[in-house]
């Protein structure tokens, strides 16, 4: 246990909640700053693949996610983007391994009330304007009042407070990529099938939500003018509809009912050198923010937190110290974080293909794989899906 630990974490997201959890149940005490005035996500979905929900699994938080509405995926289809299919993947072949899409408005609100029944407290309107590193740790929010902790944890994005402190400040990089995000009523009783159109320079992902009341979509094209960093930001649907107005008529069916969408470009950060200082850490896209080639970005947060809370138990029981499980957290994680990046990166390119003989042939080959080696397609990815963070020992971290 880390009975009595004193930690603040920054953002009320999905990581610095599922964090809060993790940390109460083994006695710390916990509180999470949050500089809005209420919990809340926009509308939007996300997925959470076994390795993510094994997680929740492990913090009792599994028949919530459950209950919420969450929709259990059974097939992915990969789509040329005039309609036609390209492979089909069975995913009760991964059986017992489940993946589910689920509101991520849902997802905050039962990871908030777990955070709170294990014993979290969840302050609002706080927002964070520096850190300090130290034994105690500091924090500053707004209007001067400062703080201290054993732990201040930076679980606040891409914008992090904390990172900046622990490796300085490097400018990202726009991809050429811009993302809209939208959701939808379900008119197509589509019920637990993943879609992803794939066409030159564009692709266009869409699932279910909600109990299958609603479709979620994620459309993104490569562009040369560059875009905020940021997915709150507000765009006219006749944009989206503009740049996919040569997709399959079901296409143009589903991006006909957006009445709002958001719009965001997509940035290449580094992977953060250092993930923790004295009294401090890093968790989530603070540490390593991903594209979202291979929906990890939610799941990557929930192994984190769930690997530094383990880290920090295995230390307080060997007697070493915070900043051991600080290091040991970091083993655990930082070269598994890198490789999912670098997959998610890979993905990028597969769905843009231009029209021509190298399109031909990557559809040709996917087709021929569906048919022949439906098993051995998704096993490629069992590193990933097949992973278990809570099977794992924290003593075997950099070997």
Known sequence: MIEGLKTYIIGAGIGGLALARVLALRGADVTVLEQAGEIKEVGAGLQISPNGLAVL?????????????????DTVRLMDYRGGEVVRL??????????????????????AEGARAAGAKIELLQKVERVEPGAPAAL???????????????????HS?????????????????????????????????????????????????????????????EQRAWLEESWTQAD??????????????????????????????????????????????LLGDAAHPTLPFLAQGAVMALEDAWGLGAALEQAAGLGT???TGLETYQLWRRARAQKVIRAATGNAWKYHLGVG???????????????????????????LYGYDITEALPEKSGR
């Open 90 to 111: 069975d995913l009760t072949q991964m059986s017992p391994q489940k993946y589910y899409f689920v509101h991520r408005a849902e997802l905050i609100s039962l990871l």
């Open 357 to 383: 003989p190298l399109r031909f042939a990557a559809h040709t080959a996917l087709r021929l794989g569906g048919a022949l080696a439906p098993r051995r397609m998704l096993g490629q990815f069992d590193w």
């Open 57 to 73: 699994r492990a913090i009792g938080l599994e028949p919530a996610l459950v209950r919420s509405g969450a929709v259990l995926a």
């Open 321 to 323: 110290g915070l900043g």
């Open 140 to 158: 500053v929010v707004q209007g001067g009042a400062r703080r201290e902790a054993d732990l201040v944890v930076g679980a606040d994005g891409v």
């Open 161 to 221: 407070v904390v990172r900046p402190v622990l490796n300085g400040v490097r400018a990202p990089f726009f991809t050429g990529n811009a993302a809209w995000r939208a959701v939808v009523p379900n008119h197509w009783g589509r019920r637990s099938d993943v879609q992803v159109h794939m066409g030159p320079r564009r692709h266009l992902v869409s699932y279910p939500l909600m109990g299958g009341r609603l479709l979620n979509l994620v459309a993104v094209q």
């Open 236 to 281: 006219d649907p006749a944009n989206l509809r503009a740049a996919f107005a040569d997709f399959a008529p079901e296409v143009g069916e589903m991006l006909d009912a957006v009445d709002e969408v958001r719009l965001w470009g997509l940035f290449r950060h580094p992977v953060a050198e250092h993930w923790h200082g004295q009294g401090l850490a």
